[in-house]
């Protein structure tokens, strides 16, 4: 079985503060890692992928990767409260069918 | 901007009734998925599909499920004999592969998922 670990919180942070987000996954083999974000009653949205080690910028969104950790984070800086909803972790496995493995998602309140 | 689109949107339903979900996947994409979220809960992997079969399937995706793709755009997932317990949002996704310098990846979009509903 491929675990995705993530702490499920709530986490909560100022707005304009700096959130952090974190995932480890079990399956050495995982090539592609992706933040997907979900609001309440919606579907995962897609944020960003990485798939090398150490850091990929997009915007007020940082994803870090470290594969010999098995690691990956998401930071999202100068928070909103529009960015209040579930971060979901995933990494994909080409090789194994392409499969994609989610991780139970973290909470984040942005607290205006 | 291509999107996965999915019907019904919500769908009510008696229980031991028969439910079709239907999925329109992204039109160049390759591989599809169903996963289910029931509320509150994690996004679960039902089943995976490519080249015209089930690729993979989790424990969930029982005899009661069954997948199929009965033309070159729509993609269905078959509920037989609903229970309660199977009352959640089904989301569909679907994924290409690409490379990238040095890997294969690919990225995986959801549609806005069919919330079924078992009385």
């Known amino acids: 079985q491929k675990e995705v670990e993530q702490n499920s919180g709530p986490l909560s942070v100022p707005e304009g503060a700096i959130a952090s987000l974190n995932c480890t996954y079990s399956d050495r083999g995982s090539q592609s890692f992706f933040w997907y974000r979900q609001y309440s009653g919606k579907s995962p949205e897609l944020i960003m992928f990485i798939y090398s080690n150490g850091d990929k910028e997009d915007g007020r969104f940082t994803a870090q990767l470290n594969k010999a950790s098995q690691y990956v984070s998401l930071l999202i800086r100068d928070s909103q409260p529009s960015d209040s909803a579930t971060y979901l972790c995933?990494?994909?496995?080409?090789?194994?069918?392409?499969?994609?493995?989610f991780g139970t998602g973290t909470s984040l309140t942005v607290i205006p | 901007e291509p999107e996965v689109t999915q019907t019904p949107s919500h769908q009510v339903t008696q229980m031991g009734q028969e439910v079709i979900l239907r999925c329109v996947p992204i039109?160049?994409?390759?591989?599809f998925y169903w996963y289910r979220q029931i509320l509150g809960q994690k996004v679960e992997f039902l089943v995976s599909?490519?080249?015209?079969?089930?690729?993979?399937k989790s424990e969930i995706f029982d005899d009661q499920f069954s997948v199929e793709r009965p033309d070159g755009s729509n993609f269905t997932l078959k509920i037989r004999s609903t229970k309660l317990e199977d009352s959640a949002m089904y989301f569909c996704a679907s994924s290409t592969l690409f490379r990238t310098s040095d890997e294969a990846t690919g990225e995986l979009f959801f549609g806005e998922g069919s919330r079924l509903t078992v009385l």
């Open positions: 039109s160049n994409h390759l591989y």
């Open positions: 599909f490519y080249n015209n079969e089930i690729s993979e």
């Open positions: 995933a990494v994909n496995s080409p090789t194994a069918g392409n499969q994609f493995y």
